[in-house]
């Protein structure tokens, strides 16, 4: 009797996603750990790429236990580190916390998924490693003054309980309906997804000056303006009840024209990113009781829908999408 079990399909999924996140992170540290001026952010980035490097490594180990090909993901040929800044000192950090975020809730979902004591180990210390960094980078930001704390609230003295229909007013339903304020917990929700659009439109807006093909250009420049135009209709909300609006003071694209990271790798990372957007987008909704707020989500999630598919189109014409591991098809051997 063998002393493991085969993986499962879901195992070998979530294995080959995780592969795929995790050697685009390596590419991109590579870069930005040498471009890196300041020694703390550099040491932070370093430690983070030895620790990841060592999970690739195990997840290699287990597809060649299984027999399984290992996926192509992410090489040397994805990275150029011999080229100019192509963001402002900051970016780097904002960029691995926001990476962070992502990581977070894969891990927490790909755990879900997966049966054997190993592989659950994995992902249970790929989250703890997740977490631990997240941290790291926040603490980093904060000393430095560029990652903005949420708005302050006097602290309640008593505990409510909503009263009328019109705590869900807004004007999604009834343009003359009243809108109450934000309570703190949509208040979370819009400072988080302000946050990330913030740095997700700098990210966004240097791949799109140095990408090498038009089609991925015209594409990244699109992505910008769409994260601009939530921020600024999220921003709009918060002004609104007079809450001040995040703000990133650094971090932002210089005027580099020359590409670091692939095109392949840059469509890849903004389609991560759109995955991740979509899912905020999501639990804001879920955890937003005025109605006009949620219907503000659900256009979101619809438009970065059908800007995710725009991408992967362009992916797939490029031959740049490596196809997860498949299913055999039974019905096709039967004939």
Known sequence: MPEKTSITSSELGTLWLTYQEKTMILRMLEYFITKADDEKAKDIMTNLYDELNTYVGKIVQIYEEEG??????????????????????????????????????????????????????????????????????????????????????????????????????????????????LNTVEIAHLHKAIESNLTGTQMILGFGQCANDAEVRNFFNEGAELAKGIVKELSEVMIEVDLSIPQTPGGNATDSTVAPFSDKLMMYCTSLFCSFSMGSNSLGTAFSLRNDLSAKMGIFMKDIFEYAHKGAKIMISNGWMEEPPQMQNRKQKMN
């Open 68 to 181: 399984a090909v290992i996926p192509v993901g992410y090489t040397a040929q994805d990275v150029n580190k011999d080229v100019p800044k192509l963001y402002d000192n900051g970016f780097d950090i904002m960029f691995v916390r926001l990476l962070k975020q992502i990581s977070m809730g894969l891990h927490s979902l790909n755990l879900t998924m997966t049966f054997r004591e190993d592989i659950n180990i994995l992902f249970e210390d790929l989250t703890a490693l997740t977490q631990r960094y997240f941290r790291i980078c926040s603490q980093y930001l904060l000393e430095k003054g560029l990652l903005v704390r949420s708005t302050y609230v006097s602290m309640p003295k008593s505990v409510e309980f909503v009263k009328d229909n019109n705590y869900l007013g807004g004007i999604a339903l009834n343009p003359f309906s009243q809108k109450r304020t």
